[in-house]
């Protein structure tokens, strides 16, 4: 077996004096897709955001495809890897996140050619290629703000696709949107993970959890409180938290 | 069948039958007013046309007046004061004059034209319908005086165009043409025999040879003591009226500043000095034997001189408005005047009396006229038809009423406004100028119950129930339109009342209209300093805001004590520092310059709070995702914040310019020469203050509408991307 894409070692993470994140370790193989369960308040999103820096751990050692950075470090070198990170980690936000003065095109093509100084007329190939995988390319040249949540979310997605990322994050990518608009965004999501994709998912999409996911962790109060394919976390959970929570939830 | 809605005109209701009164009586009266211009020409109801000059005839009982209506009036004082109306002129009648011979009326219009009337013929033949015999016209420029030799044969005519012109009445040739001298404005005169014609020339008055042209005596004031610069003897403003004694000895000349002055004219020097009116001499005259001089002035009196040393003889007081002109009576011991509240006075000399008044009543200009009478004709039998179809509840009445309200005022208002000017409250004038009114609150009255109660007349009708929606939508529709109708009605009515108002008070639009292209001419470049400005002001604004959401101390120190400076102290410091004070530390900066500096340096101060705001309103989200799409921070600064807060900031920015253009106002201090500069310059020439500043007021209103109209578009561009 290959080496892990994703290698997370003692990370924590403080909010002035809340700590938030005990110290976890975490190692996803490449094609595999890791799904975060867990009560609000768990760390689950804050974990999520420590892996491309969004959020600067306090303690410990983040490695994506073979970039290690270490917590708590600065200068110009340091802000180099995490760029390194942040490309080739694509993120996708529960509120969608859409530059909303731009067309959903202008959307995908903005960071292949500001950050990978692609020529443009490549990255609208790019683009409407992706435009059309996740089936809103007639959506090309419309204002973000005239489309559904989840037409938002899955342009969302191919923006973060344009990038050609290793991994992808999914921050609750469908805890914004109204129910009936779910299924479309968990659609996309499930051929991305056919196609090989790397991903970790923090969702309460139970269903999604169950299908696709290789690996279920559920998160409580800062630490992995279990870890185990989903088959069996969903059927026979080790931890009584665990328990109570599905059991809360399903 | 039921009925959803209530009003307070349904058929048959008392407010109803009052409307159709109302409606009736202010047609009864339309058709009153027509029918009385026909019986009684011109109408009765006086309103009074103002008087710019008056003339006695040679044989002692007519008496004619230019007046600003474009008549002139002849009144016969044998015949009880039987008033000629003689139409002709289409602009107002400046001056009038009689000759011996015939006798022949001679006026002269502002439509450039003179007039030569033959009085024997125009007696006989009534009060109306008076013919010119001759015009003598040399160019349309209006005409400002006219002078004429006793026997009728020369005449001397002044233009605006600032020529003087010299005519052979007898073939109507111009046989002199003296001039332009920009400094001739007022006033022209031929000594009695002919030989010498005299006109103003600033404060200075010249003679020339009337038949040669050739310049001769010019009458210019001295110093007493040339040395000390004292007492000087002369006019000190402009030479506004002129006339010569009849043995052509004296020169007799009026000023701007209320002096006049008797000059001897074979020695070009001063013989005489009188002081005595507070505004400005409008006319003056001697009486037959040369004893007296007469002259009238700006502060509503006529005053009365003996020639010799000057001494003062007689006050005479009654006018309501300037004195415009003055001659003598009809026999030693009378005087004549006219004014510009439209009346011809006749006083006794020895007691100071006024013997006989008579007012010119309103004439409307001929053209005008007829078309006003039409209207009142027509709106007379429209609104006892329309009054009739009201009573009856037919809807067409409603509609027509509707059309009456939009058109009468125009016609009702405006053109008697515009007619007139200037006449003394007497309780006819209040009834002619209130039954307009009275129509127009009438007409006014019923739109707001139109308005309010949709088609009262129709019966109604439940309807079925799937156009009801469409029923309730187009309805929704019409009160929007409606309401939009109504708004603009009430500016109308606005405009209207503002501007009758200060007709009233005497706004001169002629001078208006002359001035409006200088003044216009400094649009430009109050849109210009305002453009370089907000410009400037953009470019600063945008890096105070960087300054002050950075983190270094010193950048956010620096930003931070611009924008407090600049916020704590006036605009109008701060443009007299940029512009008079850096000279004293070596830097001087052209007026324009200046004030783009201060107007910029002053609305980047504000603007920087703006523009802070507007990128703090940037949301933690889109920094995040353009974070995670591997952006960096000046990138997503770039890219992403600052499109998003410029559009935020575009409609303060748009308020911001917009009173930046008005604030720019203020660069006028510093003798930049933009819109308000030129106002105040003109309005103090001139002393038309009120008309010059309301053109500029108009200006930056329309600027500002202007602005606003494409700031909107620009909005709405911007917030392409909004949620609508």
Same mark, same amino acid.
């Given at each position: 077996m290959s080496e892990p894409i994703i290698k997370v070692r003692g990370l924590h993470k403080y909010f002035g004096p809340l700590h938030v994140i005990k110290g976890v370790d975490l190692d996803v193989m490449p094609q595999e897709v890791v799904v975060i369960i867990g !009560? =609000?308040?768990?760390?689950k999103s804050t974990f999520l955001r420590c892996l491309n820096f969004l959020e600067e751990p306090s303690a410990g050692t983040v490695e994506i495809d073979g970039v290690e950075i270490k917590a708590r470090e600065s200068g110009r070198e340091h802000r180099r890897l995490i760029q390194e990170i942040r490309q080739k980690a694509g993120m996708v936000f529960q509120q969608f996140n859409?530059?909303?003065?731009?067309t959903v095109l202008g959307n995908i093509i903005e960071a292949p050619i500001t950050?990978?100084?692609?020529p443009r007329d490549q990255a609208i190939a790019k683009a409407e290629e992706l435009l059309e995988w996740v089936g809103l390319l007639h959506k090309?040249?419309?204002? !973000? =703000?005239?489309?559904?949540g989840g037409q938002q979310q899955r342009v969302a997605i191919a923006r973060a696709l344009a990038m050609d990322p290793k991994i992808m994050l999914f921050d609750?990518?469908?805890?914004?949107?109204d129910p009936e608009l779910i299924g479309e965004v968990v659609e996309v999501m499930e051929r991305l993970a056919n196609e090989g994709m790397t991903m970790v998912v923090v969702t309460h999409e139970i269903h999604f959890a169950r299908d696709v996911a290789d690996r279920v962790i559920f998160m409580d109060e800062g630490v992995w409180a279990e870890m185990a394919p989903p088959e069996q976390i969903f059927?026979?959970?080790?931890?009584e938290r665990t328990r109570q929570f599905l059991a809360h939830i399903l | 069948m039921s009925t959803l809605r209530s009003s307070?005109?349904?058929?048959?209701?008392r407010a109803m039958r009052l409307l159709c009164l109302l409606v009736a009586l202010t047609a009864g009266l339309s058709l009153l007013y027509a029918v009385q211009y026909y019986l009684g020409s011109p109408l009765r109801l006086a309103v009074t046309s103002e008087i710019h000059d008056l003339a006695l005839s040679p044989t002692h009982h007519l008496v004619a007046a230019a007046a600003q209506d474009g008549m002139v009036r002849l009144w016969d004082m044998d015949a009880d004061w039987k008033m000629y109306t003689l139409t002709g002129h289409t602009g107002p009648v400046t001056s009038v004059a009689f000759d011996a011979s015939g006798p022949t009326l001679f006026s002269a219009g502002s439509d450039g034209k003179v007039y030569l009337w033959d009085i024997p013929t125009i007696l006989p033949a009534g009060p109306s319908n008076a013919q010119p015999v001759k015009a003598l016209e040399a160019s349309t420029s209006p005409l400002r005086d006219l002078s004429l030799t006793p026997d009728g044969s020369l005449l001397a005519t002044l233009g605006d165009d600032h020529i003087i012109r010299v005519w052979d009445v007898e073939t109507g040739e111009v046989i002199q043409t003296i001039g332009?001298?920009?400094?001739?404005?007022h006033a022209v005169a031929l000594s009695p025999d002919g030989t010498l014609v005299a006109a103003d020339d600033a404060n200075h008055i010249q003679m020339w040879d009337?038949?040669?042209g050739e310049p001769r005596q010019r009458l210019e004031g001295q110093w007493e003591n040339e040395e000390e610069q004292?007492?000087?003897?002369?006019?000190?403003?402009?030479?506004?009226a002129l006339a010569f004694s009849p043995d052509g000895a004296y020169l007799a000349s009026g000023s701007a500043e209320g002096t006049t002055l008797i000059w001897d004219v074979e020695q070009g020097q001063l013989a005489w000095e009188t002081k005595g009116h507070l505004?400005?001499?409008s006319e003056v005259a001697f009486d037959a034997s040369g004893e007296y001089l007469i002259s009238s002035g700006g502060d509503n009196m006529v005053r009365r001189w003996?020639?010799?040393?000057?001494k003062f003889a007689g006050l005479f007081k009654g006018h309501l408005?300037?004195?415009?002109g003055v001659a003598a009576g009809p026999d030693e011991n009378t005087i004549l005047s006219s004014g510009v509240d439209g009346s011809v006075r006749l006083w006794e000399v020895?007691?100071?009396?006024?013997l006989h008044l008579e007012w010119t009543k309103l004439g409307l200009m001929p053209i005008w006229g007829k078309v006003f009478v039409i209207w009142m004709l027509g709106s007379g039998l429209l609104g006892l038809l329309l009054a009739w179809g009201l009573w009856r509840v037919r809807t067409w009445s409603y509609l027509g009423s509707l059309a009456m309200y939009t058109i009468g005022p125009l016609f009702a208002v405006v053109l008697p406004m515009l007619e007139t000017i200037a006449y003394p409250i007497t309780w006819s004038t209040r009834l002619h100028i209130a039954w307009p009114l009275a129509c127009l609150f009438v007409w006014y009255y019923f739109l707001v119950l139109y308005l309010r109660n949709d088609a009262i007349a129709i019966p109604y009708q439940a309807p079925d129930a799937e156009s009801l929606a469409q029923r309730l939508m187009a309805a929704q529709q019409t009160r929007n339109i409606r309401q939009g109708l109504f708004v603009l009605a009430t500016w109308f009515l606005i405009f209207i009342l503002l501007f009758s108002v200060l007709r009233r008070f005497g706004l001169d639009i002629a001078f208006m209209r002359k001035w409006l292209p200088f003044i216009m001419g400094g649009a430009g470049l109050t849109m210009f300093v305002s453009a370089m400005a907000i410009l400037l002001a953009t470019v600063l604004a945008l890096v105070g805001a960087l300054g002050r959401l950075a983190k270094n101390p010193v950048i956010n120190g620096i930003s931070g004590f611009y924008v407090s400076l600049i916020r704590g102290t006036p605009l109008l410091v701060q443009i007299f520092i940029w512009f008079l004070a850096l000279p004293q530390i070596g830097i001087t900066l052209k007026p324009v310059t200046a004030g783009i500096l201060a107007l910029g340096v002053n609305y980047g101060a504000y603007m920087t709070e703006i523009f802070r705001a507007g990128i703090q309103a940037i949301g933690i989200g889109q920094y995040e995702a353009a974070h995670a799409l591997g952006m960096s921070s000046s990138q997503t600064f770039r890219r992403i914040v600052l499109p998003q807060a410029f559009r935020i900031v575009i409609p303060p920015i748009g308020n911001e310019f917009i009173a930046m253009m008005k604030d720019?106002?203020?660069?006028?201090?510093?003798?930049?020469?933009e819109l308000t500069f030129r106002a105040q310059k003109l309005g103090r020439q001139n002393f038309r203050n009120l008309e010059t500043f309301l053109i500029a007021a108009a200006f930056y209103w329309i600027l500002t509408i202007v602005f606003q109209f494409f700031q909107s578009k620009l909005e709405a561009y911007m917030a392409r991307g909004e949620r609508r």
């Open positions: !009560p =609000s308040g768990a760390g859409l530059f909303p003065h731009m950050v990978k100084k692609m090309r040249d419309e204002y !973000p =703000s005239r489309l559904s609750e990518p469908t805890s914004a949107l059927t026979n959970p080790k931890e | 307070t005109l349904h058929p048959g209701s332009p001298n920009e400094h001739t404005r009337a038949h040669s004292e007492n000087w003897l002369g006019h000190e403003k402009e030479v506004t505004g400005a001499v003996k020639v010799t040393g000057g408005g300037s004195v415009s020895v007691n100071n009396q006024e720019s106002a203020l660069v006028s201090m510093i003798t930049v020469q």
